[in-house]
Nanobody
C-alpha cells in the first residue's frame, strides 16, 4: 500500500500562487507515476499534471500548461505542484494520486492510490 498526504492548499487572490505538496509513504517503490487531479463542486475529477519518477517526464492538462509546474524529490518521496497565475476557475479540491504504470496516464481510474485532497480557493 502507498499512503499519500497532500498539503499546501488555501485561499488566494486571482493572479496569486500556491505550492501543493504530496508526501508518499509505505510501499513507495511500487509507485512510478505521480499525478495531481482536481474536482470542483458538481464536476467530475479532472487530470491536472503528472510526473514519472524514472526520467522525470511530465505532462499537463491544457488548462494549466504554462501556469502550473509539477516536480518531485525522490529522496523525500514528495511531489510538488507549483501553481502560478491562479484563476477562479482553478478553485477545487486537489488530489494527489499514484500508480505503478510504465508511462504517464491521465484517467483517474488508472491511478491506484489517492490522498484525501486539499482545498484550493481562488477569489476574484
Amino acid at each position: 500500500q502507498v499512503q499519500l498526504a497532500e498539503s499546501g492548499g488555501g485561499l488566494v487572490q486571482a493572479g496569486g500562487s500556491l505550492r501543493l505538496s504530496c508526501a508518499a509513504s509505505g510501499r513507495t517503490f511500487s509507485s512510478t507515476i505521480m499525478g495531481w487531479f482536481r474536482q470542483a463542486p458538481g464536476k467530475e475529477r479532472e487530470f491536472v499534471a503528472a510526473i514519472s519518477w524514472s526520467g522525470g517526464n511530465t505532462y499537463y492538462a491544457d488548462s494549466v500548461k504554462g501556469r502550473f509546474t509539477i516536480s518531485g524529490d525522490s529522496a523525500k518521496n514528495t511531489v510538488y505542484l507549483q501553481m502560478n497565475s491562479l484563476k477562479p476557475a482553478d478553485t477545487a479540491v486537489y488530489y494527489c494520486a499514484a500508480n505503478s504504470r510504465p508511462t504517464i496516464v491521465t484517467r483517474a481510474g488508472q491511478y491506484d492510490y489517492w490522498g484525501q485532497g486539499t482545498q484550493v480557493t481562488v477569489s476574484s
